[in-house]
C-alpha cells in the first residue's frame, strides 16, 4: 500500500448553517430537513445543521429546534451545532445525541484582525477579544490542560480595513503563542476564519509554512474559507501542499457553493467553497472521502430548487470528471450547447435529442476503440501510437 503524502482530512458540510444563515427566512422547515436528510446519505461524515444563536441577529435559525427534531440521523455521521453562548449551548444540549456539540477539543486564543468585522458580528472589539486571552489561559491552567491551540479571524484581509500581509498575520500568532508558552502549555492547533473572502493560496501557503517553521509541534490546522473572490478551493490545495502526512487539516464549505455573512458587505457572494468541486478535487488526489458523488451532485441541484437560483458549483454543472468507460461521452453525441443539454453526465441522452449534428458520417477513434477494450489510450514507453503506419511522430 503506498503512502499517501497528503494530510488526514477532516470535512464539515456547512450548507444548512453557513449556507442558511444569508437565505431567506421563510424557507420552508420541511425543505430544510429534506435537503439535510439528502446530504447524510451522501456518505458525509460532518455536518452542520445550524446554529442555537439569537432570531434578533440570525432569523434565518430561529426554527433550528424544528429542524433538530424531525430530521432524520443517520449512523456513523457527525451532526453538530454552532453554539456562541450559555444560552445557546443550553438549547443545543437537550438534542445531544444525535447532536454533538461544536465545542474545540482545545482551549484557544482567538481574534479578528479586522476590529471593525468583530464590532459588526459580535459587537466587541478586538482589544475586547484580546483582553480575554488570560483568563482563557488561566482557566485551561486551572483545569490542567496540557495542549491548546492558536486562532485568527478575517487572517488575511478586510473589505473595511484592507489587506493583511502574511507577517501581520504571524506576529498576532506569536502573541497568542508566548501566552502558552508562558504558561506551560503545549500549543498544538491553529484555526483561521476568513468570513470576508480575504483568502489567497500563495498567502495560505506562506501563513502555513511559517506555522511549520517556527512551531512544529502544531499538527493539527482549520481553515474556513470563503469564496467570494474564487480563492478558496486553490487556497484549499495550497493548503494541502504545505502539510504533511503527519498533520490533520480541517476544511468546510457548502453544496453549490452558498452562504454568507450579513456582516461583511458580500451577503450571498461571499459564498463557500462548493463542497462538490473541493472533494472531487481531493478524490482526484488520492484523498479518499468516501462521499457518492452522484448523491452529492443531487443535493447541490436540490438546494438550487429550494433557493429558486443558481449557485456558484462546477462539478455540479458540468459532471465529475468521467472515471470508468461506463460514463465516457457518446462521441456521436450532437452538439452540446446549454446547461440543461450538459446535464446528460447525470440525466442522460434525452437532454440533447434533437440537437445540431453537422458530421456526414459517424465519428470514429481508434483510441477510444482501445480505451473500450481495456487498453490506455497512450503507451509512453511502449508502440502506441507512436509506432502505427503512417504516424508522423515515430518511436
Known sequence: ???????????????????????????????????????????????????????????????????????????????????????????ARQYVPPLTLEMDPHPRLVCHMCDVFARRNTNRSMRQEVEQWPQVVARAQERGITEAGMGLGAAWGSNFLGDFPVEWTVAMLERQHRLWDEAGIKVISVAFADPMSWCHPWKVEQTLAQIKERWPEVRHFRLHLHNGRNMAVPSAYAALRVLGPGDTLELDGTIGGFGGCPYCGNGQTTGMAP??????????????????????????????????????????????????????????????????????????????????????????????????????AFEPEGDWPWSTENFPIRS
Open 1 to 91: 500500500m503506498v503512502k499517501s503524502r497528503w494530510p488526514a482530512v477532516l470535512y464539515k458540510e456547512e450548507a444548512l448553517r453557513d449556507g442558511m444563515q444569508i437565505e431567506d427566512a421563510a424557507i420552508p422547515v420541511e425543505e430544510k430537513v429534506r435537503l439535510l436528510d439528502a446530504l447524510s446519505d451522501t456518505g458525509l461524515k460532518w455536518i452542520a445543521v445550524g446554529s442555537f444563536v439569537s432570531p434578533r441577529y440570525t432569523p434565518q435559525m430561529a426554527r433550528i429546534d424544528e429542524i433538530v427534531q424531525r430530521f432524520t440521523p443517520r449512523p456513523g455521521v457527525k451532526y453538530t451545532a454552532l453554539a456562541l453562548n450559555e444560552a445557546g449551548v443550553e438549547r
Open 275 to 376: 463542497t462538490e468541486d473541493l472533494l472531487h478535487m481531493l478524490e482526484d488526489m488520492g484523498v479518499p472521502t468516501g462521499v457518492d458523488m452522484d448523491r452529492l451532485v443531487e443535493c447541490a441541484w436540490m438546494a438550487e430548487s429550494i433557493l429558486g437560483r443558481r449557485l456558484y458549483g462546477h462539478v455540479s454543472r458540468a459532471g465529475p470528471r468521467p472515471k470508468r468507460v461506463a460514463q465516457l461521452y457518446d462521441i456521436n453525441m450532437p452538439f452540446v450547447e446549454t446547461e440543461e443539454q450538459a446535464r446528460h453526465f447525470k440525466l442522460g441522452p434525452s437532454t440533447y435529442k434533437g440537437g445540431i449534428y453537422p458530421w456526414r458520417e459517424p465519428i470514429g477513434s481508434p483510441f477510444r476503440e482501445r480505451v473500450e477494450r481495456g487498453l490506455p
